[in-house]
């Protein structure tokens, strides 16, 4: 009897991070636009530091938009104010932060996770039933690793590990190539808002590339198995 076939890897998609959000009624106005020119599965909010009465008239304002394209709003960081302004789960920084913030996100909410400086913090959060990892945002000093090494992360947690990945893309050629090295999902942010084309033109381009990576190797990471 012949080892059952792994089907193939679905295409990854795209996770929108917005710039750092005072007005939430500005973005509100772009982002329907955005958002139709590309299959995002999330947009993550980044939030400008204010008062949480604040904090939660921007999220109930973006939040309806978001949800409305057929995406899920994360909040970066703030788990606490996810269920009270409608937001679809949080994006937490670091295992400490991921595990602080699990019990009032699951099972209702989406928990995922960066900050994990090693193999083993990867692993740890893995364990935690959390939603997936993200791999190469910078750090507190805007330091990140090669996109060689981030690559290679991703290589190695799609091929060993359930939970979803997500590479963080600085650039279009990243997003091309973290799609090939077996990222679920490529996270995009400041490179789109700053594009000269427009945000919607930006984010239709980072797609196409995600689909040129992916096509390059779809397959590739079952070749061999079964």
């Known amino acids: 009897m012949s080892a059952k076939p792994v089907p193939p890897r ?23 636009d955005v958002l ?21 008239s921007r999220i109930k304002t973006l939040a309806p938009v978001v949800q409305a394209s057929g995406a ?28 602080e ?33 993200l791999f190469g945002e910078p750090d507190s000093r805007s330091q990140r690793p090669s996109p060689e090494a981030i690559a290679e992360r991703l290589n190695w947690w799609a091929e ?3 939970p979803p990945c997500v590479g963080y893309a600085a650039t279009r050629d990243e997003a091309g190539e973290f799609a ?7 996270l995009v942010g400041d490179f789109i808002w700053a594009d000269q ?17 992916y096509a390059a190797t779809s397959g590739h990471h079952h070749a061999g198995q079964g």
């Open 101 to 133: 913030a699990l019990p009032g996100l699951k099972p209702d909410r989406i928990a995922g996770v960066g900050g994990l400086q090693t193999r083993h913090d990867a692993m740890l959060a893995g364990e935690t039933g959390v939603d997936y990892v």
């Open 197 to 213: 084309a427009g945000a919607a033109a930006a984010l239709s381009d980072a797609g196409g590339a995600i689909r040129q990576g």
């Open 72 to 99: 899920a709003l994360l909040l970066d960081g703030h788990a606490d104010l996810v269920a009270r302004g409608g937001a679809d789960g949080a994006h937490l920084n670091g295992i400490d932060a991921l595990q």
């Open 36 to 56: 139709a020119r590309a299959d995002v599965a999330a947009v993550l909010l980044r939030l400008a530091e204010a008062d949480p009465r604040t904090l939660l």
């Open 10 to 32: 679905p295409a990854p998609r795209l996770y929108l991070a917005t710039p750092v959000v005072d007005d939430a009624a500005a973005l509100a106005a772009v982002l329907p």
């Open 180 to 186: 090939a090295a077996g990222a679920d999902f490529i």
């Open 160 to 162: 060993l590990f359930e």
